[in-house]
């Protein structure tokens, strides 16, 4: 269970629910506030449209180790991720979304957004051994220029703290992610679909002990990605691109990567 499998992500031509239809990479997808609390697996989430222009979203899930029956595993007091997004659609040409996730992750399960989208810094808490609460808050909106361009974006914050502390203690740390992408469908045959996606991945920007700076990098980890999939036949595409991610884990140090990529994909 993910909360996109209920909640407007709100990026129509990149997401694809892993199907391998929309961009070639998990981060491209959509907004990290959606992962968070991603592939926990149990708990409960619904849509309700309130009227033509607003809907609401809620959730709640749980980690799979609450089927065990140890301390810190269960329903309510394992790791768990609440989500709440309004959406608002004021035409059906623009759409936009404003959500909150607040995730509780214990020591058996204690990575931000599953571990598939970020830097090493930013997903795996740190500076906190064991318990942590995350408060998570984004913007995403789609806009379709014309039938043949939309774009996409989103804008996402996450600032967390070690549970075991007193309220308004001085161990914190919080991290951003931008992205903005361009959708072509139907380029050049109907059904093909072109991307180009360039954003920051999510990167850890403030950590603090004492409440005091702790010094670490915070080079701009930029994603560049470009793709094309080629609708061959109704069950068959094939989709060339390219990824080009700057800065890995955040240290300008490191060399770029560039990754090229042919994705063949068959629906049927």
Known sequence: ????????????????????????????????????????????GMTTR????????LGYLTNGSGNLPTDDAGLLNGSFSAIAQLTVTPSDRFSFGLTYN???LTKLVNTN????????LSTANTFVPEDTYNNSFGVAATF???????????????????FTLPRGSSDYYYTWSYA?????????????????LVGISPYLTGFYLDGSPVAFQKSLPFHIEGFY???????????????????????????????GTVRMSFTF
């Open 144 to 162: 379709r220029l014309s039938p043949g361009m939309v774009l996409n974006g989103w804008v996402t914050t996450t600032n967390g703290r070690d």
């Open 229 to 259: 999939r080629y609708q061959m036949t109704e069950n068959l595409a094939i989709t060339p691109g390219f990824i080009w991610l700057t800065a890995p884990n955040q240290d300008s140090n490191n060399p770029d990567i560039v990754i």
């Open 102 to 104: 607040y995730t509780y």
């Open 113 to 120: 957004f599953g571990e598939v989208a970020g830097t090493k």
């Open 1 to 44: 269970g993910e909360h996109a499998d209920y909640t407007p992500t709100l990026n129509p031509y990149f997401e694809d629910f892993d199907g391998g239809r929309g961009t070639l990479s998990t981060f491209g997808q959509r907004s990290p506030i959606y992962r968070m609390g991603s592939g926990f697996g149990s708990g409960i």
């Open 50 to 57: 309130l009227n033509k222009v607003l809907s609401v979203s």
């Open 180 to 196: 903005l992408g361009l959708a072509l469908p139907d380029l050049g045959k109907k059904g093909s679909l072109g991307g180009i």
